[in-house]
């Protein structure tokens, strides 16, 4: 790489002029001549046979342009939604999931009827005219229940409610340390199911052009190729007769990777109707439709010396997989791959069980696994802590992998390719001032005041990722990352990425990388993303932290390609070998000759012209697509304040510092703010947020802004945040991703406080959202 | 039936027939065509509706159409002068207070209804000010840096130049 000048430094982002004026193009912003809307009739049950479906009043409503059940999606409509295998390979049952149910709705929100009408009103109003005949059936609700031999079934036609039920190791190991045990804790502990609640909800527009049988796709996504895989395959196109724009997208978490049934449906109706079809989805149906997060439970055993010495861990980990299978849901159980966190083992033992329910299916949401990983591991070895009376940070770096470990083989196979985990921690100690913070801590017991401090050292694997691991996990196509490089005659430089970005930045970080691989100004560089009539074959989105540490590896790929085929032409016209040329600072020149260079858009132009080298084609572009020999791992330590009401239960984070590493950073402005937003995302789940559904009836209680508590900034602190850097070996940029890191580590932080602040109390665990009446109850019950 | 409604949006004056139900929101953004105010709940809880009417910060989810009849509305487009941004939206450009951008435009919105209420606030004061709206991106922090900023910005001190494109200028 150049001389560095552009990575690394503070950069502005060169989306936000659009963004702050008004100027960003999101889904609902697009507009086509001759729009139908679009509405959708769901079912207000969480499981029901459906009778009869009367849609005789809405077909004469208003406007209307046509009313559809899911009878007249067939022929126009093939396949079931997709299941990915992700990390179980071996399912035990996938009921099968059509965009529209038909005989049997499973969850409260499923489609069961669309209208078109002229306007969106029309289309809402109609919709609400709709009668559907539901026979009630049991809504499966509780997960241990729903294992229990005869429990009702989610879907009628299951044998039972087991999606999967999955070991990933011999016992022997962990068994066998066990059996070394002074100590042993055991604890469940719970995973609140989350609505990701992008601040843009979802939507489609797509507009069906019959006579020359192509599809234009607008919406919402974070990875529009496989959005186009699934919805040609869906409709019975070619790839290449579908277009997928994803636009400004206005966030995703997770919940914009997989497709959904209006995806399928939006598209159909426009072929059907011969007109654009348009559908937004109201936060309602976001809430109640979009998939869902964690939703799940551990029971976890862990084993230790006397010494504090970790020796092995069993954990079951229970899913909450919904009603239906999500394209990612077995995704989540990488979390058992990760419990061992970054501490040495001699064995883990880990069963997933993913359990069918009546709610929304779950599927990757920022951090999927990890957090739930992060979370389990750092609470128990709190736990030990407490037990053998130890310091947090000293059963920490007891049992920390350490830097001469790497590249470190943990307990599955897995290959941790760098850390130093405990340099971060000394950092966020001496940011905090740990040991003034105990002595305060001790004061304020003396007061009768629940003060607590709560640490969470946390791994992350991300950047998905190699194609031994992702090609069986995604059923073929394995998740390396594309990217192209055109170079136009006077020197403009468009890059064209499979990624896709929502927030991330992007255009700014890789063209960082761009214009200074290049050695041109950064107004050189159009960094494009986000349609697929553009750029490379395939794109693979962005999720699991991997665009900078896949992506951004691909574009520099590409760049390289480009400077290479430049020093061939360059030789040519200095009449010099090749390998006497160099490429500095934007300009090649021979060795010891840099008086006499070219710069490289002079080459550029000249690529366009005559009297190439022979056999060399005219043009400079190049197309790279990068499969990483292994995935990134990012780490740090955080550390939490908190002080706990007595009298009301409020828990206040008073201080919070956050020490990451991400390896080399590109932009440490975005990186910092990836960190602050994941942070609030997981102190959201441990204090505030958790979609709740009526136990008996399978009805959703928290479906609007009003009974979903997202906080807003006066919920929040502000952060101590600083970095360690320790540059990955597993790409030349030396980068690991930071998109999840602060999700995955926060909620750790917050309830290790909370659980230290209450341990006088005798309060061992609290469980997931810390909401001020839970806090106040277990007071009040541990005080008589 | 369909109600008259004229109204001042940005400087200009527009006139139309409309539903009575029709909420502000969906005027500014379906007839008016001014789409950077944005809709992102369906009950007033986001604030990525945040408009100025008559001068106040209001939830434009939460007033019809009709209702705006006579009044004089600023939105996110009419916050820049020219090719001269808001020292506000140079604020959150400045202190990378926007990630997705889809909460921004409320945002800015009900900031400078803010810091024209209370020109000096406390970070306490800005939190506090801006607790209806949300953001899930930025986790607050550069918001309320960007707030800060603008404050000084807008009381006098100078702005600060952004580095638009270092290597470029």
Redesign the interface.
Known sequence: MAVT??VG?????????R??????H?I??FVRQGTAYAAFARSPVAHARIKSIDVTDASKAPGVVGVYTARDFKGQLAGTHPAAPAFVAEKKYVPERFPIAEKEVTYQGEIVAVVLAET??QAADAANMIQVDYDELPAVMDLEKALAKGSPKAHEAGQDNVCWDFTYTPLDLTEAAFKEADVVVKQRILQNRLAP?????RGVLAEYEGFDKKLTLWLSSQNPHFIRLFVSGALGLKESQVRVISP????G?GSKISPYPEDYLVPALSRMTARPVKWIE???ESIQNATHGRGQFYDCEVAAKKDGTLLAMRVVQYVDVGAYHGTFGAFQPVACLMAGGGYKWKGISARTVGVLTNRVPTDPYRGAGRPEATHLVERMVDLVALELKMDPVDIRKKNFIQPEDFPFTQNFGLVVDSGDYEKALDKALELAGYAELRKKQAESRKQGRYMGIGLSTWIELCGFGPSAATAPATGGIALVESAQVRVTPTGAVIVYTGTHS????HETTFSQIV?DQLG?????VELRHGDTAEGTSFGYGTYGSRSLAVGGVAISMAVGKVIDKGKKLAAHIFEAAEEDVVFEHGNYHVKGSPDKSKAFGEIAFASYGMGLPEGMEQGLEAVAYFDPPNLVWPFGTHLAVVEIDGETGTAKIEKYVAVDDCGNIINP??V???I??????AIAQALYEEVVYDESSGQLKTG???DYL?P???E?P??IVDKTITPSPTNNLGVKGIGEA?TIAASAAVINAICDALSPLGIKHVDMPATPDKLWHMMKEARQ | MKHKVAVTVNGRKHEHEVEPRLLLVHYLRDVVGLTGTHIGCDTSQCGACTIHVDGKAVKSCTMFAVQADGRSLTTIEGMATGDELHPIQQAFWDEHGLQCGYCTPGFIMAAAYLLEQNPNPTEDEIRRGLEGNLCRCTGYVNIVKAVQTAAKTMSGTPARKTQVAAGGN
Request: proline share 6%; hydrophobic share 35%; no cysteine.
């Open positions: 000048q552009l430094a503070k950069i502005h982002r060169r989306e936000d002029p963004l702050i004026t008004g100027h960003g999101y609902d912003d969106k009103g609640v992008p601040m843009e909800p400004d997208v206005g966030g978490f109201t936060r309602t929502h927030g991330q930045g214009a041109v100004p950064l107004d050189n402005m975005i910092d703010g990836q602050h937003g994941g942070i609030v995302q609007t802004l009003i997202v807003s900034a006066g929040i502000t952060f602060g």
